[in-house]
């Protein structure tokens, strides 16, 4: 696992965004999986300006969510399919969105059907994800054991805690989600891992040097071929001798 260590937020996200502007020049109908929230929202905004100046073409990009939440309705200003279609709006069209039916009768079928489309897409080429505080990637949450699959997760407190300042009152916020597994994310040739400001330095320690447990989802990225984790100055505060 290689930790890159940036000045700024900005110069990290410059990073993401060139790498996934080299992964679409190298490979035009890559199949990304990304990730909502806000570390990733300058690294969008930078693709979105790349491709308006003509400097990148995403027309055969096919984009895979990592996550959407459980009974929010689509077209909610903050369900992830939504979201994903707003940050992307300038790089990709919605229909090369696809993000999993957090409304879907039968939730289970759901996440069989999420799962084999990114297998019949040929599998992921550049998984971009950002980090929760407790080091929780996609939706997959500190827990006993590794779930593999596109799952139905219950968010935990600090996850709903965090998310819900996006709310207008925090009881509107959803319990649940969908999420990518953690075998759908080791299956992808490459990773990006964003991580930017000082409440993410615990969780940037445990990932990269901590043990490898599912007590803290993305320490197993520690065994991922090629994975990159991008991170400014404050995140990464707490690396040094960190176990
Ligand atoms: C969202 C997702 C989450 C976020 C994480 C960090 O699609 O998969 O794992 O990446 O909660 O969120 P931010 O970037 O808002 O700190």
Redesign the pocket.
Known sequence: MQVEVFPSYEDLSEAAATTVLDQVARKPDSVLGL??????LLTYKKLGEAVTAGRADFSRVRVF???EYVALPPEHPWS?QRSLRRVLSLVVTPEQIRVPNGMAADLAIECARYNAAINEAGGIDLML????VNA????NEPGPCFVPDTHVVELSEG?RQ?YSRLFGRPEDMPCWAISMGIRDIMLAERILLLASGPRKAGAVAKTARGDITPYAPASILQVHRNVRVLTDHAASARLEGAR
């Open positions: 990730a909502v929230g806000t570390t990733p969510s990592l996550d992830f994800l950002g980090l929760g929780h990637i996609g939706f996850t965090t």
